[in-house]
């Protein structure tokens, strides 16, 4: 059964969120992230994108979630599946893997 490709949208800035001192930049986590999914689930379809807060994409839907981002304080940066908030400031790759997982990924 071919898998549908799963979209992974980092949210973040070039500055880091107040509360994330010491921590990975939005930037390099997505870095992180893509690299990482990419060893854990190989040959397996799936899009990972960086959307900075502060200058949005035109598409409306990242906008808005990239304005929700900012009203909300939320940390970042935040990391949505498929339009599923999966982590912030310090997302966890246990809880990526395991939400990829629920889409039929599996690991080789």
């Known amino acids: 059964m071919p898998l549908n490709e799963v979209e992974i949208c980092v949210y973040g800035a070039e500055v880091l969120c107040p509360s994330c001192v010491n921590m990975p930049s939005s930037k390099e986590t997505y870095d992180w992230l893509e690299a990482a999914v990419g060893r854990k689930f190989p040959n397996q379809p799936f ?12 598409d409306e839907e990242k906008a808005l979630f990239a304005s929700r981002v900012i009203e909300e304080d939320m940390f970042y940066p935040v990391v949505v599946i498929n339009g599923e908030i999966i982590g912030e400031g310090n997302p966890r790759l246990k809880t990526v893997y395991a939400e990829l997982e629920k889409y039929g990924y599996q690991s080789e």
């Open 47 to 58: 899009t990972i994108t960086y959307i900075d807060i502060f200058t949005p994409p035109v």
